[in-house]
């Protein structure tokens, strides 16, 4: 599954990514979400196509698809008013013949955090408040579960590999979000339901959801791939054309 590896990877891949399933847990189906769900599946279907057993994903959003939402996500007119995870999770589950799973809700941590069990972590959430709770939820806890979060403002954003679980077993060593970013704790969220495209774009560029997308595919695919990475992530800014990768320290 891997190609010849010419250096070693300051993280590499856990093995059992790829000698099996990959389950993912993904949290959020919204801007960044659904262009990363839709991001998964052709990762999935590139690798079962060359021998690997493929993604298992299970997309969390509470969420409905409304008219601000069409054409800035990955939705279309007749998504409206469906459930956006549901509405996605079935589109690909025809188009590519899955059995992935929608959860029509959102993520609750303190009743569904003891029940995570997943290889990889996915937030693509907007509250800043719920990045610290889940870190704080699993500060003590024992996981090999690598989380990788995507946040984005108006025409920046960051993607950032790392640890779910703190204690100091864990196989996964990287700094996650919270550890780069401890003030995510109390931080106040500004973001209110936008009721026109013409408001939608004035707080977020068009490409942008689609830019982080592109760079948590590049890592996963990376992962599973080529067998690790010399990065944890990437900052973005689209109007400026940049991407600084978020360089490993040993």
Not at 61 to 68: A, K, Q, Y
Request: overall charge negative.
């Amino acid at each position: 599954m891997t190609n010849h590896i010419v250096k070693p990877f300051k993280f590499c891949t856990p093995d059992h990514w790829l000698r099996r399933c990959v389950n993912i847990c993904l949290m959020g189906v919204g801007g960044t979400g659904s262009e990363v769900l839709t991001s998964l599946a052709r990762i999935d279907y590139a690798i079962r196509e060359l021998g690997h057993p493929g993604l298992q994903v299970t997309a969390w959003d509470g969420d409905v698809v409304e008219r601000p939402n069409i054409g800035r996500q990955a939705f279309f007119p007749a998504d409206l008013g469906h459930n956006k995870a549901i509405v996605t999770i079935r589109r690909i589950n025809y188009l590519f013949g899955r059995d992935w799973v929608a959860m029509p809700r959102m993520f609750a941590i303190d009743r569904d955090c003891n029940g995570l069990n997943c290889d990889l972590l996915i937030t693509c959430v907007d509250v800043a408040q719920f990045r610290a709770d889940l870190a704080t939820c699993n500060n003590n806890r024992y996981s090999s579960c690598v989380w990788l979060d995507c946040g984005n403002g108006e025409s920046t954003g960051q993607v950032i590999l790392g640890r779910l679980g703190h204690a100091s077993e864990n196989p996964v060593k990287l700094p996650s979000v919270f550890d780069f970013h401890p003030e995510l704790d109390g931080m106040m969220d500004h973001n209110t339901p936008s009721c026109s495209m013409e408001e939608a774009l004035a707080s977020q560029d068009l490409p942008i959801s689609r830019a982080i997308a592109n760079v948590a595919m590049q890592l996963i695919w990376s992962l599973l791939r080529h067998g690790g990475l010399n990065h944890q992530g990437a900052f973005v800014d689209i109007r400026n054309g940049t991407q600084t990768p978020i360089n490993i320290f040993e």
